[in-house]
């Protein structure tokens, strides 16, 4: 028997607010997730059985994502949501490049989608749960996604692009990974791909590239499978954090939770536009003409 009917994803750029606004709903009593543990031993679905320990009638003491909140000493060791990339690479084979590809036209086999699916209903019943979410960041995936779970909702998260774009500059994953190269892989024009590796010093106009592919090709996705996705605000979610979290949760058929309640009372939401408010301080290091005729698709590659 199947238990991962309808499951909950979340999507959007990183920095744009999928971490905090899916860790509130990942607070939901009938939710199971990819783990902090699973992402350590990718091919062990047992490992859900960890959850347990520290989530059940006695206690509830779930991890979350270190970023502006306080988090207890023992944080790290503790059961969290993680988007646990070398669980899906581990599922998904050499074949699908699930970290970096926009999987534009991949779809799962039959066999593939059942195998995957199998998986993943392990780990709910492992986590002793009723329903599936998780969440990725980068491209939406939808086609694929949707290849491996038909009834699927996708929730994608977005926040305005300066914000974002000079969120990603100060992040030492895109340091690493997406300053000097184009990250994600398989949606570029090949005038694209030569002016990136020309522009690879310029990471501002880079970055908008790359943000600019992702939002284009997930409104595209999007439109193919109009009735199974909302787009979350996160200026919305800030203005008003429990209508917006309330709006997820009808849209994806979730019951009014406690849980989640008590955890969004407990966390304080932070404007992280705030700065950027200053219009000096949102143009402060990024070559903006340029940098806003890509995001508004005018500039010439």
Known sequence: MENISKPVIFIGSGRSGTT???????RHESLAWPSNYQERFPSITAVNLLRVVFDNKLWRMQGQKPQLNKVSFFNKVLFKPAEAY????YQTGPSIDFSRGFLINERATENEASKIRSTFNK???YQFKKRLAFK??????????????????FINIVRDPLPTIKSWLNVDFWQDK?????WWTGAYTKQ???????NAENPQLLAGLQYKKLQEITAIEMARYKDQCITIRYEDFVANPPAVINTIMDFAGLHKSKQVDDYLQGITVYDQNKEQKDKKKSNEGIEMSDLQ???EGKYTF
């Open 20 to 26: 905090i606004i899916s860790e509130i709903v990942f």
């Open 86 to 89: 070398k669980f899906w690479e």
């Open 123 to 125: 780990l709910v019943a």
């Open 136 to 153: 990725i960041t980068g491209p939406s995936r939808i086609g694929y996604l949707t290849s491996i779970f038909p009834d699927a909702v």
């Open 178 to 182: 997406g300053k000097n190269q184009l």
């Open 192 to 198: 694209e791909e030569e002016w990136a590796v020309k």
């Open 293 to 295: 005729m890509i995001l």
